[in-house]
C-alpha cells in the first residue's frame, strides 16, 4: 500500500500525483496491517464500539477541563491560561529554532512546582538532554527522562512515572513494533499520535508533541496529525536573530489570535513582556527612510520599525528586496508612489525592512513602508515622535484599519504624541495628537515629503 505524507490517501500502487490533495511526489510504501474482525457494529461478534451514550447538552459536565498554568506567562498566555488536563499539544518550529529548549522549560517549570514531568527524547540521549537542563537552570527533582523511541517502552515508562505533563521529543522518532513500517513513516505517526492522546486522555495528563516541518514551512507528517491533537503551535524566529514567536494555529481550548514573544539568550527563552520596548530600542531617530509602524498580531499591538532605503543601480533590472515585509505589497507602494506622489523610483534599488527580525504582513504598515522610501528618496527624516498607521488603495487613497485605538494606545504609552492616520479613523487616545490624511500625496504633505522625486522622473 501506498500512502500520502501531505494528506493520508491510500493507493494500491505508485502513482507520482496523489489523487486525494494532487501534492507531486508524496506518496511513501508502507506495509498493510491485517485486517481486525468486524464489529458489532456492521454485524460482526467484536466488542460494542458505542461505549457512551448520547445526553442532552444541559447535562454535560462543562467544568471537566482544567488548566493547569505551567509558570511561563508567554506560553500561557498563547494557550490561554495552561495546559489543559488530558490535551494534546503539538509543538512544530524549523531545526534549531529552540523547540527542545522551550519544551524543557515547560517542563521544569511544572516540575518545580512539584508536579511530575516526563520528558522523552528519541534524538537525544539523557546525557545530553541533562546538560541542556543543568544549562537552563532545569535540574529539578521531579523532572523524568527517559531516551526512547518505542512506543510500548514510552507506554509502560508514563504508567510507572504517572506524570502531570509528557513531552515527546519528537514525534516523527517514535515507533509502534506492531506497525510495519519505518519510523516517520505517515502510518507510524498517526498510530503513535493515536496512542499517546489515548494515554492523555486516560490518565487526564498533559502531552506536547514536538514536531518536524517541512522546506515549505509546514508540519512534517499526515495532515490527519494536527487533527488528532487538540492545540498546534508554531515557533518562529530568525536564527541570525534573538526574537522568537509563538503562534497558535488551533486551540480548541482557548483562541488562536493570541502571540507568545521570547528572547532566547545564554540562559534559554525569556519571555519578553514589552516587546515595543524591545523592536525600538536601538532605533536612532533623524536617520532618512526610518518610521515606526503600530501593527497588530492577533490582540497584541507590537510597535515596529520600518526602515527604507532608495539607492542608484548599475544594474538594468533595479532590485527589490524585501524583508519582514511582503514583496508583493512593496512593489504595490511603489507603483501608488510614482502614480499618486511624483516619486519615480522605477530606476532605483529599493530596500524595505522591518527591524528586528519580525514579521508584518497586514496592510496597516502600508502607509509607513510609502513614507519611509519616500523619507530615503528625499533624504528627509520624519518626526521622531510620529506613528503611521493605514492602508494604501490604488488609486493614492487611504483606508482606515481595525482596532486603531488599542494601536495608538501602545504608541502613548511607549511616548510618542502624533500619528499619521487615515482621515476616517476614529478618537484619538490622551496623548496623541492625530495627522489626519485622505490621500498618499496629502500625508507626505503633512510630514513634510511633499515634491516631485528627485531628478528621477
Not at 527522562?145 to 504517572?162: F, K, P, Q, R, S
Not at 496629502?442 to 531628478?455: D, F, H, K, N
Amino acid at each position: 500500500m501506498f500512502r500520502c505524507g501531505e494528506c493520508g490517501s491510500a493507493s494500491p500502487q505508485w502513482v507520482g500525483r496523489c489523487p486525494g490533495c494532487q501534492a507531486w511526489n508524496t506518496l511513501t510504501e508502507e506495509a498493510q496491517a491485517p485486517t481486525r474482525p468486524p464489529s458489532r457494529l456492521f454485524g460482526g461478534q467484536g466488542p460494542d464500539p458505542l461505549r457512551e451514550r448520547a445526553m442532552p447538552v444541559t447535562e454535560v459536565d462543562a467544568d471537566g477541563h482544567d488548566r493547569r498554568p505551567t509558570g511561563i506567562s508567554e506560553f500561557d498566555r498563547v494557550l490561554g491560561g495552561g495546559l489543559v488536563a488530558g490535551s494534546v499539544t503539538l509543538l512544530g518550529g524549523e531545526p534549531g529554532i529552540g523547540k527542545s529548549t522551550l519544551a524543557l522549560q515547560v517542563a521544569a517549570s511544572l516540575a518545580r512546582g512539584r508536579s511530575r514531568a516526563l520528558v522523552v527524547s528519541g534524538e537525544e540521549s539523557v546525557q545530553q538532554v541533562r546538560l541542556r537542563a543543568e544549562r537552563l537552570g532545569a535540574s529539578v527533582e521531579a523532572l523524568w527522562l527517559l531516551a526512547e523511541t518505542d512506543m510500548e517502552a514510552i507506554a509502560a515508562a508514563v504508567d510507572d512515572v504517572n506524570p502531570l505533563c509528557l513531552i515527546v521529543d519528537s514525534i516523527q522518532t517514535v515507533a509502534d513494533p506492531d506497525v510495519a513500517s519505518a519510523a516517520g513513516s505517515v502510518t507510524q505517526v498517526r498510530e503513535c499520535a493515536s496512542a499517546i492522546t489515548a494515554l492523555a486522555r486516560r490518565l487526564a495528563m498533559s502531552a506536547i508533541l514536538v514536531g518536524h516541518v517541512t522546506k515549505d514551512g509546514d508540519l512534517a507528517g499526515p495532515r490527519v496529525l494536527e487533527h488528532l491533537v487538540d492545540t498546534v503551535l508554531s515557533f518562529e524566529g530568525d536564527r541570525h536573530h534573538s526574537l522568537r514567536l509563538l503562534r497558535a494555529r488551533k486551540n480548541r481550548y482557548g483562541a488562536t489570535t493570541e502571540l507568545g514573544l521570547f528572547e532566547m539568550v545564554s540562559e534559554g527563552l525569556q519571555g519578553v513582556p514589552d516587546a515595543g520596548a524591545l523592536f525600538l530600542a536601538d532605533r536612532q531617530p533623524g536617520v532618512g527612510g526610518s518610521v515606526v509602524v503600530p501593527t497588530l498580531d492577533g490582540h497584541r499591538p507590537l510597535l515596529v520599525e520600518v526602515q527604507g532605503l532608495v539607492a542608484p543601480t548599475a544594474l538594468p533590472l533595479p532590485r527589490r528586496s524585501a524583508q519582514g515585509i511582503d514583496a508583493g505589497r512593496l512593489s504595490m507602494i511603489i507603483a501608488v508612489l510614482h502614480r499618486r506622489a511624483a516619486i519615480n523610483l522605477a530606476t532605483l534599488d529599493v530596500y524595505a525592512l522591518a527591524a528586528g527580525g519580525v514579521k508584518v504582513g497586514e496592510p496597516a504598515a502600508d502607509l509607513g513602508v510609502a513614507v519611509a522610501l519616500a523619507s530615503s528618496h528625499l533624504d528627509r527624516s520624519v518626526d521622531p515622535n510620529l506613528v503611521i498607521c493605514g492602508e494604501l488603495g490604488l488609486g493614492g487613497e487611504l483606508r482606515q484599519v481595525s482596532q486603531m485605538d488599542r494601536r495608538l494606545h501602545e504608541a502613548a504609552r511607549l511616548g510618542f504624541t502624533r500619528a499619521l492616520v487615515p482621515e476616517s479613523s476614529g478618537p484619538m487616545p490622551a496623548g496623541i495628537v492625530a495627522l489626519r490624511a485622505k490621500s498618499l500625496a496629502e500625508a507626505l504633505q503633512l510630514v513634510g515629503l511633499a515634491g516631485a522625486s528627485r531628478a528621477t522622473d
